[in-house]
C-alpha cells in the first residue's frame, strides 16, 4: 500500500468520520483532553505535518459562551474565540496545503498565537509542515497614587514539524518550535528596557500503534521551555522567568463498532517556574524572587457515537490531581519569605453534542469544572471546583 495511503488510514480508524475529524475545540473538550491522542484538525496548530489531512474547511470558535467570556482556559492545542480556514492549493497537491488561524483576548505571557500561517506538503516518504505564529499583548493603567503604567510584549513563533512510517503499522510525528520574545513596560517605580529573547522553544514526539484493525496506541511527550524577561504581577516589577512543562502520556484508540470511538488514557506532566527580580530595573518591588513547582496526575475516558447519521453525542470523565508549591521569598535589609500550596482533586465531566447538515457541523460542548490549565500560563494551575467552560466550534467543509 502506498504510504500516503497507509498514514490515511492509520488516522482515519482514530476517527468515526470526516465530520468527527472536522471538529475543532468543542470535540477535544468533549473527549476530556487536549490536542495530541485522537485525531482532529486542530492537530495543525501543533502538528504541523499533519495538515494535509484536512484540507478545504473553515472553523468558527466562539468561546466560552455559558458563562459570556470570550477565551476559555487556554490548554494545549485548544482555542477560544477565533477561527481559521485550511486550503488545498493545487488540485494535485504539489503546492501543499496552507491554513490561516485568528484569535482574541488573549491572556499576557499567552504565545498561542493571535495569528498563525501554517503550511504542509508531502516531501518524498515525509509530511512536513511549516508553522509561524504572532502575538501581541499590550497594557496601559492611569493611576492616581503610583502613576500610569504601560506594557508591552511580542512573541513570534517559528514551528517545524515531521510525520513518517517507519514501520507498517507505526506512524511517528514530531513537532518543536523557537520563540522570538520581546517585552517592555514602564511604570512611576520601575522601568524594563527593552528585551530580545530567543530562548523559548517547544518540542514533542508522539506514535500511532496500530495493535489490530479497531485499536490504537498513542504515546506522547511534550516539553516546553519558556525563558525570557517580563513584567510579573506577583512580584510587581521587571523579572527574568524560566518556566518548564514536561508531559508524558498514552491513550488508547478503541473503536468498538462502526460509529463509535472510545479513548481512555493517562497522563503525567510537570513543571517549574522561577522568576528572578531585575533590580537594577525597579524601585519598589514586593518579592525578590518567586520559585514554584508543580505537577498534575491525569487520567480520562472519553466516548463518542453516531446516535443518527447527522447527530453524534460525545462524553468524558476526567481524574486531575494538581500539586503545586510555591515560593516567595525578598532578601536585604528585611528579609522575609511567603509559602502558597494547592493541594486539589478534581473529577471534571463533559458532555458534547454534534450536528451535521451537508458540509456544515455545530459541535458544543460543556465541561463542568474545567481544571484544565497546563500550568505555566500567568493564572497559575486550576484547582477543584469554578464554573466551568463551554466551547461552540462551527465549522464548513468546501
Known amino acids: 500500500m502506498h504510504l500516503r495511503k497507509r498514514l490515511s488510514l ?93 484569535q482574541d483576548h488573549l491572556p499576557q505571557s499567552d504565545t498561542d498565537g493571535a495569528f498563525s500561517l501554517l503550511w504542509s506538503r508531502r516531501c518524498g516518504p515525509l509530511d512536513v509542515g511549516l508553522s509561524g505564529k504572532f502575538t501581541t499583548y499590550g497594557m496601559s493603567e492611569v493611576g492616581t497614587v503610583v502613576g ?104 488508547a484508540n478503541l473503536r468498538t463498532d462502526q460509529g463509535t470511538l472510545l479513548i481512555i488514557g493517562c497522563e503525567y506532566r510537570s513543571g517549574h517556574q522561577d522568576l528572578e527580580l531585575r533590580s537594577a530595573e525597579s524601585l519598589s518591588p514586593l518579592w525578590g524572587s518567586s520559585g514554584r513547582d508543580f505537577y498534575q496526575i491525569r487520567g480520562r475516558a472519553g466516548l463518542e457515537t453516531e446516535l443518527l447519521p447527522w447527530l453524534t453525542a460525545r462524553a468524558a470523565m476526567q481524574y486531575v490531581r494538581v500539586h503545586d508549591d510555591q515560593l516567595l521569598a525578598t532578601t536585604g535589609a528585611h528579609p522575609d519569605q511567603e509559602r502558597r500550596r494547592l493541594e486539589a482533586v478534581a473529577t471534571p465531566l463533559t458532555l458534547g453534542v454534534a450536528v451535521r447538515q451537508g458540509r456544515f457541523t455545530a459541535d458544543f460542548a460543556h465541561n463542568d469544572s474545567a481544571p484544565v490549565n497546563p500550568g505555566l500560563t500567568a493564572a497559575g494551575l486550576f484547582g477543584a471546583g469554578g464554573e466551568g467552560i463551554s466551547a461552540l466550534t462551527l465549522s464548513y467543509e468546501f
Open 148 to 251: 500610569d503604567r504601560i506594557e508591552a510584549q511580542y512573541f513570534h513563533h517559528y514551528g517545524i514539524g515531521v510525520r513518517g512510517e517507519p514501520l507498517s503499522g507505526l506512524c511517528l510525528e514530531a513537532a518543536g518550535e523557537i520563540v522570538n520574545s520581546r517585552a517592555e513596560s514602564h511604570g512611576a517605580l520601575y522601568h524594563m528596557s527593552p528585551t530580545n529573547d530567543w530562548s523559548t522553544f517547544g518540542l514533542r514526539l508522539r506514535g500511532f500503534i496500530e495493535l489490530g484493525s479497531d485499536l490504537t496506541l498513542v504515546p506522547l511527550i511534550d516539553h516546553y521551555r519558556d525563558r525570557r524577561a517580563t513584567f510579573d504581577a506577583t512580584l510587581d516589577s521587571p523579572a527574568d522567568l524560566d518556566a518548564a512543562l514536561t508531559s508524558l502520556g498514552i491513550a
Open 10 to 102: 492509520i488516522f482515519t480508524l482514530l476517527v468515526l468520520g470526516a465530520a468527527a475529524a472536522q471538529a475543532g475545540t468543542a470535540r477535544l473538550l468533549a473527549l476530556g483532553g487536549d490536542t495530541g491522542y485522537c485525531a482532529d484538525a486542530l492537530d495543525a496548530l501543533r502538528w504541523y505535518g499533519s495538515l494535509a489531512d484536512y484540507p478545504d474547511r473553515a472553523v468558527f470558535e466562539f468561546g466560552d459562551l455559558l458563562h459570556g467570556r470570550d477565551r476559555a482556559p487556554t490548554d494545549q492545542g485548544l482555542i477560544g474565540h477565533g477561527g481559521g480556514v485550511h486550503a488545498r492549493l493545487s488540485a494535485d497537491d504539489n503546492w501543499g496545503t496552507a491554513a490561516f488561524y485568528f
